[in-house]
T-cell receptor, first 114, second 113 residues
Framework: GQQLNQSPQSMFIQEGEDVSMNCTSSSIFNTWLWYKQDPGEGPVLLIA?????ELTSNGRLTAQFGITRKDSFLNISASIPSDVGIYFC??????????????FGAGTQVVVTP | DVKVTQSSRYLVKRTGEKVFLECVQD?????MFWYRQDPGLGLRLIYF???????EKGDIPEGYSVSREKKERFSLILESASTNQTSMYLCASSWGLVTQPQHFGDGTRLSIL
């Protein structure tokens, strides 16, 4: 399946800094999801977005469903060492031939230094 | 919390063997999915199932089959394992196909020698 355009590919930040990453597509989506994956583990759902323009927070994480339905961003505020990991976006396209299939971004590797 | 359990974290098999990967979810989800994850290629859908005994091909079904005899269990089968099937395999489940998020297991790292 088509892969979403996720950027940046990696980020090296200092503890306390804010992190921002985004995903874009040429297709329209009805759901955007953000996951975090630690080494050797499966992805864990962080935030789910269901409506265009929706802004949702989960602790220090904030994500938004783009108004055009073609993009989403994730912000992490005041990063801490345990924020290290790979963050994936995923989206459910609105086309019927994509029924049940998520498209995934390639991931953003976040490294936090003390 | 949703719990998706994969039977093995690490598995080593030989070329030509028939390999079974098992996945169980405890939330009565209708839908279950099998992905493989490879560096640089991201997550790729192998098969999914939206009901007992139902299955749909994903993007890379060749060399794989699946079985769903009970709602909570979804098995991935490598009919004759090959070295290019060495990968991380992830199982996921969800309520609805369209809007509900998928929840993942911890993965099985499979090595084919």
């Amino acid at each position: 399946g088509q892969q979403l355009n996720q950027s940046p590919q990696s980020m090296f930040i200092q503890e306390g800094e804010d992190v921002s990453m985004n995903c874009t597509s040429s297709s329209i989506f009805n759901t955007w999801l953000w996951y975090k994956q630690d080494p050797g583990e499966g992805p864990v759902l962080l935030i789910a977005l269901y409506k265009a323009g929706e802004l949702t927070s989960n602790g220090r994480l904030t994500a938004q469903f783009g108004i055009t339905r073609k993009d989403s961003f994730l912000n992490i505020s005041a990063s801490i060492p345990s924020d290290v990991g790979i963050y994936f976006c995923a989206g459910q396209p609105m086309t019927t031939d994509s029924w049940g299939k998520l498209q995934f971004g390639a991931g953003t590797q976040v490294v936090v230094t003390p | 919390d949703v719990k998706v359990t994969q039977s093995s974290r690490y598995l080593v098999k030989r070329t030509g063997e028939k390999v079974f990967l098992e996945c169980v979810q405890d939330m009565d989800h209708e839908n279950m999915f099998w992905y493989r994850q490879d560096p640089g290629l991201g997550l790729r859908l192998i098969y999914f199932s939206y009901d007992v005994k139902m299955k749909e091909k994903g993007d890379i079904p060749e060399g794989y089959s699946v079985s769903r005899e009970k709602k909570e269990r979804f098995s991935l089968i490598l009919e004759s394992a090959s070295t290019n099937q060495t990968s991380m395999y992830l199982c996921a489940s969800s309520w609805g196909l369209v809007t509900q998020p998928q929840h993942f297991g911890d993965g099985t790292r499979l090595s084919i020698l």
